[in-house]
């Protein structure tokens, strides 16, 4: 079992940035690909971005792609997700999810634990 917490959201005007985390909690963190999902109001869940479980790729949502970076230090047991650029249809509910095997996937049927998410608003 992996439990993930996610923090860093909050309210930015467009333009902005933010840096989002994900704590790990449980099995060995390193196991696992990890990748940062989100959900706007009345949408479905989306892809943002993955990274592999070394941290040696990357995988990113053309919608962020050149603007949202992420990242892992699996010695702290975290993932991060460095967003600038913001817009404001980047607003929406962001979630970390870790995958068994340590590659990284764009689809969320794939991951098997998820964070409770945390709330990203960006104003225009």
């Known amino acids: 079992q992996v439990a993930l917490v996610e923090s860093g959201g909050g309210l930015v005007q467009a333009g902005g940035s933010l840096r989002l985390s994900c704590a790990a909690s449980?099995?060995?963190?390193?196991?696992?690909?990890m990748g940062w999902f989100r959900q706007a109001p009345g949408k479905e869940r989306e892809f943002a971005a993955a990274?592999?479980?070394?941290?040696?790729?990357?995988y990113y949502a053309d919608s962020v792609k050149g603007r949202f970076t992420i990242s892992r230090d699996n010695a702290k047991s975290t993932v991060y997700l460095q967003m600038n650029s913001l817009k404001p249809e980047d607003t929406a509910v962001y979630y970390c999810?870790?995958?068994?095997?340590?590659?990284?996937?764009?689809?969320?049927?794939?991951?098997?634990?998820w964070g409770q998410g945390t709330q990203v608003t960006v104003s225009s």
């Open positions: 990274i592999s479980w070394g941290g040696g790729r990357t």
């Open positions: 999810a870790a995958r068994s095997g340590g590659i990284y996937s764009r689809l969320s049927v794939q991951y098997d634990y």
């Open positions: 449980g099995r060995t963190f390193s196991n696992y690909a």
